[in-house]
């Protein structure tokens, strides 16, 4: 069950790829109690995402990756949608911190999985973004009527809420309402093509946990550590911990 209210030995983090704020010598994971939850808000790189699982959690502590997406608006209301990737019961405790921010949980699998799909959300909407500018340009120098324009995009077939949101602006030179920086969205898109680029080279990082027999521990270790795809493996309290490049086209065949 659930505790009835947060534990102040948990955390929660929406700082993009700053792992020293965590694991520095004065970061929050030195002080935190063991089997706390640190839970991922920001949008990170997937490696980024499965090496903080494995450091934390060869420090005792339990890492959730569950970056967000909704208007500033949502967050204010506590409406966000929230992407998760964790073990299912881990996920069952996180509920009293993931309650108040949003009212939508996708649960896609494993540490990493959300953050996989974060990626591909916003490499998408990038892509949304940057097509459209081209075509109001190409609009408003063949001669167009801009606000025609902007009609014909907000009910037409390529009126996504990303089209009809960004057209109006872009048609009306104003973007004071803007509310995800170009830097921010040029980090994220660097981070999924890098994604992208590894799975068409045929593997995937997946993050694993093993529960082993203490006596079958060290030759299991053994086994492990000959295998070309382990790239990292670290050893709690009788669990192994590991991260592995597998040759395989999706997360599922590593089983």
């Known amino acids: 069950p659930m505790p009835a209210r947060p534990s102040s030995a948990d955390a929660a983090s929406l700082i993009p790829n700053r792992p020293a704020i965590a694991l520095g010598k004065d970061g929050a994971a030195a002080a935190m109690k063991a089997g706390s939850l ?28 569950c970056p967000v997406t909704g208007l500033p608006q949502a967050a204010a209301a506590g409406k966000l949608t929230l992407l998760v990737g964790a073990d299912a019961a881990e996920l069952e405790r996180a509920g009293p911190y993931l309650a108040p921010i949003g009212d939508t949980i996708r649960h896609f699998g494993a540490v990493g999985t959300g953050t996989v799909y974060k990626l591909i959300n916003n490499l998408m909407g990038a892509v949304q973004i940057a097509s459209l500018a081209e075509g109001v340009a190409m609009a408003e120098q063949a001669g167009l009527d801009r606000t025609l324009v902007a009609e014909a995009l907000e009910t037409g077939a390529v009126a996504s809420p990303q089209v009809i949101r960004h057209s109006k602006r872009m048609v009306a030179r104003d973007f004071s309402g803007a509310s995800f920086t170009s830097a921010l969205r040029y ?25 082993v027999e203490p006596k079958r521990q060290i030759d299991v270790a053994r086994s492990l550590a ?20 597998a040759r395989t086209k999706s997360a599922e065949d590593m089983d």
């Open 38 to 65: 640190a839970i991922e808000c920001s949008t990170v790189s997937h490696q980024h995402a499965l090496e903080m699982a494995r450091e934390l959690r060869g420090r005792g502590l339990v890492y959730i990756d």
């Open 226 to 245: 000959k295998m070309p795809q382990i790239e990292t493996l670290h050893t709690v309290s009788g669990k192994f911990d590991l991260v592995a490049l």
């Open 187 to 211: 980090k994220d898109a660097v981070y999924a093509v890098k994604l992208a680029e590894d799975l068409d080279k045929g593997g995937i990082r997946a993050y694993v946990t093993l529960e």
